[in-house]
């Protein structure tokens, strides 16, 4: 069955900016999504077809892909990004995956 | 309001069955996808399934075939999920959520907390 490959956890300062990939055997072939999840709530979608960003997600945001590997970038971190990140693809076998999460701290 | 509404936490015995309700608002009910996603204490989210609002259509994930049930009623604008022969593993967050490929599941229920206990 298909999988996607993320960082268990990732860390970053204040202000500066944080990279979370998502490995997939041919994911630059699909779309690939970003959910964001705080705490207690409900996943909140940051970014679909790649790098497109729903209305209301702030620019700091931003989705990327290159061969098989996607990446979420968060630029100028704020405490308020700490949470866990989830990247999502479809597949033709598998139908919907989801990777594993990354917990994102911010020191 | 554009939302997703979900029924209440449940509790429930090994082997006995769960349904939970997904009630959609403030949007063309049959325009979009409904998925369920779950997500058990501390861990990361797994893909249940789908149903089409219009048609009432299915696609369930393989490792739930034979135990789970969509269904909706256009008239109230709500969608179902069944879980039969639960487990203790089954213990989880069940989420609905709306969308697909092309645009994400861009909108989220609250989560419905299933709990299989004896």
């Known amino acids: 069955s298909y999988e996607l490959t993320q960082p268990p956890s990732v860390s970053v300062s204040p202000r500066q900016t944080a990279y979370i990939t998502c490995f997939g055997e041919d994911l630059g072939d699909k779309y690939a999504a970003w959910y964001q999840q705080r705490p207690g709530q409900s996943p909140v979608l940051l970014i679909y077809?790649?790098?497109k960003r729903p209305s209301g997600i702030p620019g700091r945001f931003s989705g990327s892909i290159s061969g098989d590997t996607a990446t979420l970038t968060i630029s100028e971190t704020q405490a308020l990004d700490e949470a866990d990140y989830y990247c999502q693809t479809w597949d033709t076998s598998s139908l919907v995956v989801f990777g594993g999460g990354t917990k994102l701290t911010v020191l | 309001q554009v939302q997703l509404v979900q029924s209440g936490a449940e509790v429930r015995k090994p082997g006995a069955s769960v349904k939970v309700s997904c009630k959609a608002s403030g949007y063309s009910f049959t325009d979009f996808f409904i998925h369920w996603v779950r997500q058990a204490p501390g861990q990361g989210l797994q893909w249940m399934g789908w149903i089409t609002p219009k048609s009432g259509g299915t696609t369930y994930a393989e490792r739930f075939e034979g135990r789970i049930s969509m269904t909706r009623d256009t008239a109230i604008n709500s969608v179902y999920m069944e879980l039969t022969s639960l487990q203790s593993d089954d213990t989880a967050f069940y989420f609905c959520?709306?969308?697909?490929?092309?645009?994400?599941?861009?909108?989220w229920g609250q989560g419905t907390l299933v709990t299989v206990s004896s």
């Open positions: 959520a709306r969308g697909g490929s092309r645009e994400g599941y861009n909108l």
């Open positions: 077809q790649d790098s």
